[in-house]
């Protein structure tokens, strides 16, 4: 097992030995001439890459030890494919594939020829973008797995990256390294076992950013009780574990700007109460607090990089139990706003959570847009299945927003409608609204129900359930929990909202 341990940048020189990774597109495979170093390695290999069935195609590899003509212990030739059209999410995909070759090649050190296919320097911000992929494709969550004998073949590895100008890398790293920190944060929260990341652990969590300058709040019960939480408070009711308020804000913008503000569902396990869930999978509920995961990791990013904006991330921190004290269907419960809520499934408690912690922020921090996470609705898979998260919003200049930076960041969103129409499936009869509209539409019901607790704020809803956990593994990812959000919420921020 080889993990990351370190990564540096170099000037681009000629290695005398070692094991070198060359990325070469497809004109290696059809002998053309390539420029540069990558040209010195590879020239004349062609035939031999036309023996390997070698083509240059994405993410091919051709490996050859002690390559004759070199001194090098070993060269791994990577293709790019193409070289016109290629982008940041490529550069980042690249980073994790060839982390993924030299990881079985249990090496201790090795070196990456960062040069563009044809010979081309090659920007500084997507050398770091290939830095973080090799990085994000390292996680892994092996913490609690006995210490077996074998495991004294563990192995570290310190990867170098030979660029055209390693100071302007370095300091592109320096930026990019601290948002992949923050994705590797949100992915260790989302797979801590429940058991062990509770309210009260998931909070101290959250303190921790204040080693970054991150000024961090922790409401307890009391606090909340006497805020008139009572949606929140109706979800935890039934468990032993008393629930938490934890608010993070980082002011590196403007004295006085409004704050971008960031919500998050944070359940630390969902067994659905009263309406308990069925037990097949019932485990993955450990990551129903992915939208909270997903607002501390960014925070984290914004905060490592010293974004200068003023950022504020509140996540609403309970566990949902069955238990003699828990709340029931057809309980009606008053939410902070003031707003009645029956509650005609307690297996929908993620929006009451929301309802407060939305509501709390907009009305102490008078946000300029106030975005919320969640693993809301499972019928957000079956609408959008695992690929993209849904985005729901009452304004079209923010959605438009978070759809660049989706596009900008490689996580992706797509639009799902909201109207009157809709909102007229969740008025309630003995109560101004009930907590769940049945099945149909159901992430859309969902967000209605959010919308109202907005107060016309310029509000976004995310409902990552597909994409938070779970999700198919890839060049970047190959653990259960991905950190969806970090990275797309980091990238609003920068393109919209720093002074």
């Known amino acids: 097992m080889t993990k990351l341990n370190k990564i540096s940048f170099s000037k681009i020189d000629a290695p005398s030995k070692g094991i070198v990774v060359a990325l070469a597109g497809e004109a290696l495979a059809t002998g053309a001439a390539t420029a540069g170093l990558v040209g010195d390695l590879t020239g004349g290999l062609a035939n031999v890459a036309e023996i390997g069935g070698f083509s240059g195609k994405k993410k091919t590899s051709l490996d050859l030890v002690a390559p004759g003509g070199l001194s090098l212990d070993r060269l791994i030739i990577f293709g790019t494919g193409a070289v016109d059209g290629l982008t940041r999410d490529d550069w980042r995909a690249f980073g994790g594939a060839v982390f993924a070759s030299l990881k079985s090649t249990k090496a201790e050190t090795a070196t990456v020829v960062l040069e563009a296919p044809e010979g081309d320097e090659l920007d500084a911000e997507l050398a770091a973008e290939f830095a973080m992929g090799a990085k994000l494709r390292a996680y892994e969550f092996d913490k609690y797995k006995s210490k077996k004998d074998d495991d004294k073949a563990k192995k570290t590895l310190k990867l170098t990256l030979q660029v055209a100008d390693p100071k302007a890398a370095r300091k592109a790293w320096s930026t990019a390294e601290g948002i992949a920190d923050g994705v590797i944060l949100a992915r260790d929260l989302v797979n801590e076992p429940a058991n062990v990341l509770g309210p009260v652990e998931f909070a101290a969590k959250a303190a921790e950013l204040e080693a970054l300058g991150v000024e961090v709040e922790i409401l307890g019960e009391k606090e909340m009780k006497k805020l008139k939480m009572a ?13 938490r308020l934890a608010v993070m804000r980082w002011n590196g913008g403007k004295k006085g700007a409004a704050p971008v503000a960031l919500v998050g569902k944070g359940v630390v396990f969902d067994t659905g109460g009263i309406s308990i869930k069925p037990a097949g999978g019932m485990e993955d509920m450990k990551g129903d607090m992915g939208g909270a995961a997903a607002v501390t990791g960014a925070m984290h990013a914004v905060a490592a990089r010293k974004a200068k904006a003023n950022v504020v991330g509140v996540i609403g921190l309970v566990e949902n139990m069955p238990d003699g004290n828990a709340q029931r269907p057809g309980d009606i419960v008053t939410a902070m706003s003031g707003t009645t809520i029956e509650i005609l499934n307690t297996d ?24 919320d996470l969640a693993t809301l609705t499972g019928a957000v898979l079956v609408a959008l299945g695992n690929l993209n998260a849904g985005l729901f919003s009452n304004n079209d200049e923010l959605a438009d927003k978070l759809l660049e930076a989706a596009k900008a960041s490689g996580e992706p969103l797509w639009r799902l409608p909201l109207s009157k129409d809709y909102d007229k499936i969740i008025d ?29 704020v310029p509000w976004a809803h995310l409902d990552i359930a597909g994409t938070a956990f779970g999700a198919p593994k890839d060049d970047i990812c190959q653990s259960w929990a991905s950190g969806y959000g970090v990275r797309l919420l980091n990238q609003l921020v920068a393109d919209h909202y720093e002074s």
């Open 231 to 243: 949606a929140l408070l109706g979800v935890s009711q039934g468990s032993v574990r008393p629930p």
């Open 348 to 371: 929908a408690e993620g929006r009451l959570v929301l309802a407060d912690a939305m509501w709390y922020t907009q009305e102490k921090y008078k946000p300029a847009i106030m975005i």
């Open 428 to 456: 309630a009869p003995n109560a101004d609204v009930k907590n769940t509209g049945g099945r149909w539409a159901g992430s859309i019901t969902a967000a209605q129900f959010l919308q109202r607790f907005s107060n016309d």
